[in-house]
């Protein structure tokens, strides 16, 4: 078993749609998550970072760790064509120690 | 542009062949990590430096090895190359002085394309 789960969709929603993307991970020890979206042809690069349980919102972006199901979430209100791209969640141990990323779910938002 | 250099951009070669990948990091970052993705696996942790030392380690074959030189930059050597060791390759960095784990970022270059035929 992986130890960060993702569906890797494709998910195709109408622009201004409530999008939800969504990964599981086995690891009870796990204590940062974050979100990483990655363009085409481009390298990943950092959207939302969580520290152990509860929600963080940044503009139309909320990142949700609920650790008693070892469920992580991340919402996108109002999405954008602009916000089409692969959705990679990760998550580590500790500080120092390098992250684990999900397969990532690519989104596609339709004019 | 997230400051992160990856040469080359795209990469042929044929099975058995050894080819190495070059990564100049931000400036002033001192980490630098190489991540591996592919379709089934995803984006796999492979190792990092920090100021020339190797800090961790993750799931990297013997054929591969790495290093990071007193300039920072760093490269990735892949040898014995095999069928499956198709995949496109991320170099990032990071200040490293916090913790890749922590909020500190790590900034993706755009990848090193390698295709064995």
């Known amino acids: 078993q992986k130890e960060v789960e993702q569906d890797p969709g494709p998910l195709s929603v109408p622009e201004g749609a409530i999008v939800s993307l969504n990964c599981t991970y086995s690891?009870?020890?796990?204590?940062?998550f974050m979100w990483y979206r990655q363009y085409s042809r481009k390298g990943p690069e950092l959207l939302m970072y969580?520290?152990?349980?509860g929600n963080k919102e940044d503009g139309r972006f909320t990142a949700q760790v609920d650790k008693s199901s070892k469920y992580i979430s991340l919402f996108i209100r109002d999405s954008q064509p602009s916000d089409s791209a692969t959705y990679l969640c990760a998550s580590s141990l500790s500080g120092n120690t390098p992250l684990v990323f999900g397969k990532g779910t690519r989104l596609s938002v339709i004019a | 542009d997230s400051g992160v250099t990856q040469t080359p951009k795209h990469l042929i070669t044929a099975t058995g062949q050894r080819v190495t990948l070059r990564c100049s990091p931000r400036?002033?970052?001192?980490?630098v990590y190489w991540y591996q993705q592919s379709l089934d696996q995803g984006l796999q942790f492979l190792i990092q430096?920090?100021?020339?030392?190797?800090?961790a380690k993750g799931n990297i074959l013997e054929r591969f090895s790495a290093q990071q030189f007193p300039d920072l930059h760093s490269e990735l050597n892949l040898s014995s190359l095999e069928l499956g060791d198709s995949a496109l390759y991320f170099c990032a960095s990071s200040t490293g002085d916090r913790g890749v784990g922590t909020d500190e970022k790590l900034f993706f270059g755009s990848g090193t394309q390698l295709s064995v035929l």
């Open positions: 400036s002033g970052d001192l980490s």
């Open positions: 430096y920090y100021n020339g030392e190797e800090r």
């Open positions: 690891n009870s020890a796990f204590q940062y």
């Open positions: 969580t520290y152990s349980s």
